[in-house]
């Protein structure tokens, strides 16, 4: 099982661009790229999922290079709203459940 | 769309008490897994269950029971309740194990 290593917090401002990155070296062929974000007292909320190359959505972006080691979850003029702990997780979709889940990236925007 | 409806939303219990949580799936989704949160950490995975079957388990011990009902609706059983299983319960249902939709837990607290 792919482990992950992301941030333990960032801090950004209302309206700045925010990239998270997380590395994942042991990525495997067909595991791919998926990111939670989590309110407190909420369940996660599924953000966006990759496999290579870049995703983009309505609310995020992904951005993965050729050895997909690593990812970036890009979120465009961050709000306060934003404020939440984000989950980069590695896997095969398939079997999603054995998804191991880190501590996540609080991320914390200010006005 | 119904989302996923997790009860009780929060819940005291003493040890040695048993509980039961309860979390009705997405319209749509026949699997579902359960999670165990602590304070500050990320969801660890219990188990999941697809058509009514555990088709996948997390290092939980056997006091950790689950069920599965036709309807996709599912119950979390636990035993023997200790004090370090005071966390946010969740539950997320898929369709075949892609991306996961959480409810909003339930939280318990064992005295």
């Known amino acids: 099982l792919a482990k992950t290593t992301q941030p333990i917090s960032m801090d950004s401002y209302e309206g700045q661009e925010v990239n998270i990155t997380c590395s994942h070296n042991?990525?495997?062929?067909?595991?791919?790229i998926t990111w939670y974000q989590q309110f407190p007292s909420q369940g996660p909320r599924f953000i966006i999922q990759?496999?290579?190359?870049?995703v983009t959505n309505e609310v995020a972006s992904l951005f993965i290079p050729a050895d997909r080691k690593s990812s970036t979850l890009s979120l465009p003029r961050v709000s306060l709203s934003d404020t939440a702990v984000y989950y980069c997780?590695?896997?095969?979709?398939?079997?999603?459940?054995?998804?191991?889940w880190g501590a996540g990236t609080k991320l914390i925007i200010k006005p | 769309e119904t989302g996923v409806t997790q009860s009780p939303t929060h819940l005291i219990k003493t040890r040695g008490q048993q509980v039961t949580l309860r979390c009705s799936s997405q319209s749509g989704h026949n699997t579902v897994s359960w999670y165990q949160q602590a304070l500050g950490q990320g969801p660890q995975f219990i188990f999941q269950?697809?058509?009514?079957?555990?088709?996948g388990r997390g290092n939980f011990p056997p006091r950790f029971s689950g069920l599965q009902f036709p309807n996709y609706s599912s119950e979390l059983n636990v035993n023997a309740l200790e004090l370090d299983d005071s966390a946010l319960y969740l539950c997320a249902s898929s369709l075949g194990g892609e991306r996961y939709t959480f409810g909003s837990g339930t939280r318990l607290t064992v005295v």
């Open positions: 990759g496999y290579k190359t870049k």
């Open positions: 042991n990525i495997a062929t067909n595991d791919y």
């Open positions: 997780l590695v896997g095969d979709p398939a079997s999603n459940y054995q998804l191991i």
């Open positions: 269950y697809y058509r009514e079957e555990e088709n």
